[in-house]
DNA sequence: CGGCCCATTGACAGGCATCAAGTCCGGTGG
DNA sequence: CCACCGGACTTGATGCCTGTCAATGGGCCG
């Protein structure tokens, strides 16, 4: 059905329906919702003054996007592909974030898991050479995408994301997915197929210790 | 006596002081205290499997260093300065959270200022051109630096930790501080003094908008 | 005074962004 | 069913930026 995350879940609830592009909510209005994502892919994207867009983050079934820690949001949040998903009151997220702090003791699960995607991008970015970037992505990324069989993962991400993401070129994307394929670390037979083929040589081309091509 | 910063300052407490270069805690140690600064500058440091470093933060006085809203340490913390910090026990750090949040109707300033520092190193590290990050990271501290006199401010981070913060080369940071010079957007007449001459010019270069030299 | 670390400057090579075409794919309408 | 179209992906050529290496300068401390 629906699998259980690491934050409290209102199974209940009616998801609904978002199709892909679909803003979900702006960057500096006042956050009364937190989104939980029951079905899809969504990006958080940062514009800066002038028409710089990134994209600092992805979320994933399970995710709670928009977590009111602040008065407003801080990020936009944006459709990917087609979501389904539910919303929860602001204060009614207070209410499970006291419960759990309380039965969990002491630790707030929901805030670390939004705080690791931030950390996270940071030290992708901080990696010299595309390489690394794009293999670190997808080792990250693959644990959370859906899996369609044996090993071959549902990857709905376009690269244009991806680059955005990883602050690169599209077509540096492109190039390097090309030879990641060449060096059988990974195959991607159709635009949205993943499967990785060599954890431990993507790992070293990640940390930047193996060279590709 | 007691003076109320977004979170709740023991200051009775005797501050401890800390040599420049000594580390505070541990990534991946169980989290017991959390740090608050109140003199000096610290750095937040991720390493990742192969002796790759990088300075994921600076803290400066008033920000509390290592939540513990995980159980462990989510990167390791150094004194950049010499410092002054007082601890507090991470069940006392919970009994102000959980009090705060009420009285500041649902918000949660401490952990919004964690996670905005590590949200702002991916949005410049997003950024294309050194020129660029440099007079983001210069714009981005520069209201936090404590102010010598009427425009200068005491700047007393190396370049080496600038680079490993921006993920650029050491000699990158200095020959782009170097034509910020030349171009009159800022002074340094020694190493340690820091002045923003033209705020706009440099918010320009920041974005992207403006070239250099 | 000497040693060390950091900052500085120059020369050079390599990587990646950019520009420009061309290809593939799904969707739409005839 | 097919022709068309637009967006995303792919591929190649080119130039700039920036990392690297190397050497020098300068401040601090012992």
């Known amino acids: 059905m629906y699998h259980p995350a690491h934050a409290p879940t209102a199974s209940a609830a009616i998801a609904l329906p978002a199709m892909a592009g679909k803003t979900l909510f702006v960057a500096g209005e006042p956050c009364e919702q937190v989104y939980q994502l029951r079905r899809g892919i969504a990006r958080a994207v940062a514009r800066s003054t002038e028409g710089d867009r990134q994209v600092t983050a992805f979320f994933f079934p399970g995710d709670e996007i928009g977590l009111p820690i602040s008065d407003r ?8 592909t087609d979501l389904l998903y539910v919303c929860r009151s602001r204060h ?24 690791d995607s931030m950390l996270w991008r940071g030290i992708i ?29 549902l990857f709905s991400l376009p690269q244009i994301d991806i680059a955005a993401y990883l ?8 190039r390097t997915f090309r030879r990641l394929r060449e ?3 990974i195959a991607m037979p159709r635009r949205d197929r993943l499967a990785i083929l060599d954890r431990e040589r993507l790992k070293a081309v990640a940390s930047g210790a193996a060279q590709i091509g």
Chains 1, 2 share one sequence.
Do not use: D, N, T
Not at 167 to 174: D, L
């Open 92 to 115: 009614r997220w207070y209410e499970a974030l006291m419960r759990s702090c309380r039965e969990q003791g002491e630790s707030l699960p929901s805030i670390v898991s939004e705080q």
């Open 73 to 80: 949001y801080r990020f936009s949040a944006e459709a990917v």
């Open 125 to 153: 970015l901080g990696r010299h050479g595309v390489a690394s970037r794009v293999s670190a992505f997808l080792l990250m990324i693959a644990e959370r995408l859906p899996r369609i069989e044996e090993r071959w993962l």
């Open 183 to 185: 060096m059988k670390l």
């Open 167 to 174: 602050a690169i070129s599209p077509e540096s994307v492109c």
